[in-house]
C-alpha cells in the first residue's frame, strides 16, 4: 500500500518534471545542462575527500576549478596533483570528459545505446549542442563514443608502455589522466609529483610520449564530423567517393596552423626558452607548442619565459582554436576560413563567397562574422574588465590579454596571474571560460531561430558609402 503511493508520488513528480522542461528552449537546456554539471562539480571539489590537505579550497576555488574542467579550458589556480586527492583527481577527469562530449550527447547517446525511442525534439537539441546540422545523427553519436574510447584507449596503452616501468602502477594513472586530457584538449594534468606545475615539460627528452600526445590532442581537435567523413572515404574509395568542404577546410587549415606554429615559435623561442635544447629537440618542442596551442594547453617549455612577441602570436592561434563539433574551443578553424575567403572574395570583386569551388551561403558568412566579433568584443571587455579591477597589482597587459585569450578559447595556457588575481577578476575569467565553451552553440542557435520566426518579406535596397 505505502509502496504502490510512493510509487505513484514519483510518477507524478516525474511527469511535472518532464512537462516543465519541454517548455525549455534548445538553447535553456544546453545552458541549464552545463550549470547543473557545474554546480555538480563545485560542490564535489568542495568536499574535504577532493583536497590533498596541501591548502585550504574556498568555495571559488573549487568552482573556478570545475568550470575550467567542465568547459575543458585548463586554466588552474594551483598544481593539480599537488593539491588535489586521488579522489579530486577522477572528479576533475569525470568533469573533462563529461564536458568534453557533452552532457546532452552522453544523455541521447545512451538512449541510443538502451534502443529507446530518440524523439525529434532530442535530435534537434543534440544537432545544436554538436554546432552543426548532422544528416545522421545516430551514426554521429555512435562515432563520438566509439572513436572517443578507441583513440584514448590506445593513446594510454601506448603511454603506459613508457610510464609503468617508470613509474610502477602509478603510470597507468598518469597515462589515463593524461590521455583523456590531451583528447579532450582540456590541458589539466598531474605531472606536478616529478615537477609541480611543469606540465608536460618534464617529458621534454621523451619524444614518444610528447608525439602521443601531442597527436591525441590534434584527433581531438578535428571535430567528430570530419572523422566520420575521413573513414568513409577510406572505406568507400572504389566508389569515387570525395571528402566533404567541411574536411577539406579543417584538414588543411590544421596542418597549415600547425606547420607555421611550429617554424614561428622555433624562429622565435630557439635561442631564448629553447637556447640550451639540441637542434631535433627545439624542432620537436616547437612542433608541441603549435599542437598544443589550438586549445589542449599542455606545455612543453614555460610561458612565463617567453618573448611577448611570441605570447601574442600564440594568443592569435589560440583564438582560431579548433575545429567544429570537435573537443577544442576557440572561433574555430572553419569559421577563421569562411572570413579570410569573404576577403578574399570580396577583393577579386565577386558577390558570392567561393571556397574550393563551392559557394558559401551568405547565413554562414553572417554567422562566422558574428561568432569572430562576438570572441574578439567579449576578450577585449573581459582584459579591460580585468586590468580595471587589478590595476594596483600592475600586471603586465600582455600577460592579462594571454590570460583572458586562453580562457575564452578555452585553451589552457597560463601566464601566472590567475592565482594572484581578486576574486572578482576570478569571476570574470569563469565567465568568460563558459562564454568560450557555451556561448558560440547559442550564438549560433539564437541565429537559426530568429531566421525561422522571420517572414519572409522583401525590403527595399540601398546602398551605403563604405569608403
Not at 359 to 369: L, Q
Not at 371 to 378: D, E, G, R
Not at 389 to 418: M, Q, R
Request: proline share 2%.
Amino acid at each position: 500500500m505505502i509502496e504502490g503511493k510512493v510509487l505513484q508520488f514519483l510518477s507524478k513528480i516525474k511527469k511535472i518534471f518532464i512537462s516543465k522542461l519541454r517548455k525549455f528552449s534548445p538553447i535553456q537546456i544546453i545552458v541549464l545542462s552545463f550549470l547543473l554539471l557545474i554546480l555538480l562539480g563545485t560542490i564535489l571539489l568542495s568536499l574535504p575527500l577532493s583536497s590533498s590537505g596541501m591548502r585550504k579550497i574556498t568555495i571559488l576555488d573549487a568552482l573556478f576549478t570545475c568550470v575550467s574542467c567542465c568547459c575543458i579550458t585548463g586554466v588552474t589556480l594551483f598544481d593539480t596533483w599537488t593539491n588535489w586527492s586521488i579522489f579530486g583527481q577522477i572528479v576533475i577527469l569525470c568533469l573533462i570528459q563529461i564536458g568534453a562530449l557533452g552532457l546532452v550527447s552522453f544523455t541521447t547517446g545512451f538512449t541510443l545505446i538502451f534502443r529507446k525511442k530518440l524523439g525529434l525534439r532530442n535530435v534537434k537539441i543534440f544537432q545544436e549542442g554538436v554546432a552543426g546540422d548532422i544528416f545522421d545523427i545516430s551514426r554521429l553519436i555512435k562515432t563520438i563514443f566509439l572513436s572517443t574510447i578507441l583513440f584514448e584507449l590506445m593513446a594510454i596503452l601506448l603511454l603506459c608502455i613508457k610510464f609503468i616501468p617508470r613509474y610502477g602502477a602509478y603510470g597507468i594513472w598518469v597515462s589515463i589522466f593524461l590521455c583523456i586530457s590531451a583528447y579532450c584538449n582540456a590541458g589539466f594534468d598531474i605531472t606536478g609529483f616529478i615537477a609541480p606545475n611543469e606540465s608536460c615539460a618534464v617529458f621534454n627528452n621523451d619524444f614518444f610520449s610528447l608525439t602521443v600526445i601531442a597527436l591525441l590532442s590534434f584527433i581531438g581537435g578535428l571535430g567528430f564530423v570530419v572523422i566520420i567523413d575521413i573513414y568513409n572515404y577510406f572505406k568507400n574509395r572504389d566508389h569515387n567517393s570525395s571528402l566533404s568542404l567541411q574536411t577539406k577546410i579543417v584538414l588543411k587549415s590544421s596542418v597549415f596552423i600547425i606547420v607555421l606554429g611550429t617554424i614561428i615559435f622555433f624562429l622565435l623561442e630557439g635561442n631564448n626558452t629553447m637556447k640550451d635544447f639540441p637542434i631535433i629537440k627545439k624542432i620537436f618542442v616547437s612542433f608541441f607548442h603549435s599542437s598544443s596551442q589550438r586549445t589542449s594547453g599542455l606545455t612543453a617549455v614555460a610561458v612565463s619565459g617567453q618573448y611577448n612577441l611570441t605570447k601574442f602570436i600564440t594568443m592569435c592561434f589560440m583564438l582560431i582554436g579548433a575545429s567544429p563539433a570537435s573537443t577544442g574551443g576557440g572561433i574555430k578553424t572553419v569559421t577563421v576560413v569562411v572570413i579570410i575567403y569573404t576577403v578574399l572574395n570580396t577583393l577579386k570583386g565577386r558577390e558570392d563567397n567561393i571556397i574550393y569551388g563551392k559557394k558559401i551561403s551568405s547565413a554562414t558568412t553572417y554567422k562566422a562574422i558574428t561568432i569572430a566579433v562576438m570572441f574578439l568584443s567579449c576578450a577585449l571587455l573581459g582584459a579591460t574588465m580585468i586590468y580595471t579591477l587589478d590595476f594596483d597589482k600592475n600586471l603586465p597587459t600582455i600577460d592579462i590579454f594571454y590570460e583572458v585569450v586562453s580562457c575564452i578559447s578555452t585553451t589552457g595556457y597560463t601566464s601566472g596571474i590567475s592565482p594572484i588575481l581578486s576574486s572578482a577578476s576570478k569571476l570574470v575569467l569563469i565567465s568568460l571560460m563558459f562564454f568560450g565553451r557555451v556561448g558560440p552553440i547559442s550564438i549560433i542557435i539564437s541565429i537559426i531561430e530568429n531566421n525561422k520566426n522571420q517572414k519572409n518579406v522583401v525590403l527595399p535596397e540601398e546602398k551605403v558609402i563604405l569608403s
